[in-house]
């Protein structure tokens, strides 16, 4: 047993350096087809080569200066030198290969870390943008329905996307996949008792629409005009089953939350990022959109003012101290963290700093979980209590950016003596 062991010792020892990596410079290539890693998963490499420790080497120091863990460099670090050795260092990486070895390798986390690396040296080709994700589940539910409903669902999206429509507004496939949410129990029902949507009179949209109550009854009802309008307009029906059909929209007024659930707040966190957000909703009603969407170059930090832009205008914040106190000590603790990220926005965490991605809405939602609170509730309740300062709904507009229906549901909200309806 000892001779063996020594035997192998002197064996891996002598081990002569890998030879050239398997892809060639220059080598034409005849025809793409997928590599398999698989055989490489638990294999040992061979000892690289110079220029493979090199690019490993920079590869170090780059996760080193970004300050990342242990845990989220090694399997990064093995995607790598397995690429470097089989396809060359000094080649340009394909992202989706790079994707494919993580997922055989069994790594955790993103690996947006090394491509964002990989792509400042410009030794990365990214790939084609993977479809949407929304688009898929619409492409996928439409094809389950019977050929010819499938056919007119399909004309439908069409329309929303604008293929028909070249000028109107484009419908983005999140909002469609809710249409087709609030339609599933409708079309179940329909496709039982029809062959194609002709057939759909206005007695079977006005029993969908009342089978339901409340905000669902609207939202059914929107999705069932929106598919029928679009049939219309492409002629595949004659008549709009819908067009006599009225739902109200019941409005929620806003509520405020007691005080003992905002008093302490801020020391719910220790956390730089996270006083920030706090802040910002809590003291300016900053809504978790724009927190995401904030960049380094809208902190106007002379003029103690945040730049937030929105599809509609611009909305500038008055940053009081406490805010610009609690600004101060991220972009301290921000500079500090990564130093050399290329990430603008102004938020940003161990998986973005390495990318340009904003921050996920689920990161600047649970800021608030300790404190048992949500972002919406707290600025719902900061636009509530201004709103009972004044009956002035251009006020409120003036401060928080909001549209003028906005502010007028919290003016009812606060003053309820206020003649007059609430705007829908």
């Not at 494919?100 to 491509?115: D, E, S, W």
């Not at 990989?118 to 080709?125: A, F, G, H, I, P």
């Not at 109550?213 to 089953?241: N, Q, W, Y």
């Amino acid at each position: 047993m000892a001779n063996g062991s020594a035997a192998r010792r002197e064996l891996r020892a002598n081990r002569p350096e890998l030879s050239p990596p398997a892809v060639l410079v220059g080598q034409a290539t005849i025809f793409e087809i997928e590599r398999d890693w698989r055989p490489l998963a638990g294999a040992l490499l061979p000892a690289p080569l110079p220029p493979v420790k090199a690019l490993l080497a920079d590869f170090a120091q780059y996760t080193s200066e970004n300050h990342w863990h242990q845990k989220v460099h090694e399997p990064m670090a093995r995607v790598l030198r397995v690429a470097a050795t089989w396809l060359g260092a000094d080649t340009v990486f394909r992202e989706d290969e790079l994707r494919a070895m993580h997922r055989v390798f069994g790594g955790t986390g993103r690996i947006r870390g090394l491509l964002a690396f990989l792509d400042q040296r410009e030794q990365l080709v990214t790939s084609p943008p993977r479809r949407n994700r929304h688009e898929a589940f619409v492409q996928r539910t439409i094809a389950a329905f019977p050929p010819r409903i499938s056919d007119e669902l399909g004309t439908w999206v069409g329309v929303l996307r604008g293929t028909s429509r070249p000028h109107h507004r484009v419908t983005d496939y999140a909002t469609m996949r809710r249409y087709l949410i609030y339609l599933a129990a409708p079309l179940a029902d329909w496709t039982t008792r029809y062959t194609t949507l002709r057939q759909v009179t206005e007695a079977d949209v006005t029993a969908a629409v009342t089978a339901v109550k409340g905000p669902r009854a609207h939202e059914r009802a929107v999705a069932i005009r929106s598919l029928f309008r679009a049939l219309k307009h492409t002629k595949l029906v004659f008549a709009d089953p819908t067009r006599g059909v009225r739902i109200t929209r019941q409005e929620l007024l806003p509520t405020t939350l007691a005080p003992d659930r905002l008093a302490g707040l801020l020391e719910t966190s220790t956390n730089a990022a996270t006083r920030l957000v706090l802040a910002l909703v809590a003291l300016h009603a900053t809504s978790g959109t724009d927190l995401r969407n904030l960049v380094l170059s809208d902190v106007l930090l002379t003029r103690r003012q945040l730049l937030i832009r929105r599809p509609h205008g611009r909305h500038v914040v008055h940053l009081d101290n406490t805010t610009a106190d609690l600004l101060h000590a991220w972009l301290r603790y921000r500079h500090q963290r990564w130093p050399r990220t290329v990430n603008a926005h102004l938020l940003v965490t161990q998986q973005t700093a390495n990318a340009t991605d904003p921050v996920s809405a689920d990161y600047v939602y649970r800021r608030f979980d300790p404190a048992g609170l949500t972002l919406r509730a707290v600025r719902a309740d900061r636009i509530l209590d201004e709103a009972r300062e004044t009956e002035d709904p251009v006020h409120l507009v003036r401060v928080f950016g909001i549209s003028i229906t906005t502010a007028m549901k919290y003016i009812h909200a606060a003053h309820p003596h206020r003649a007059g309806p609430v705007p829908h």
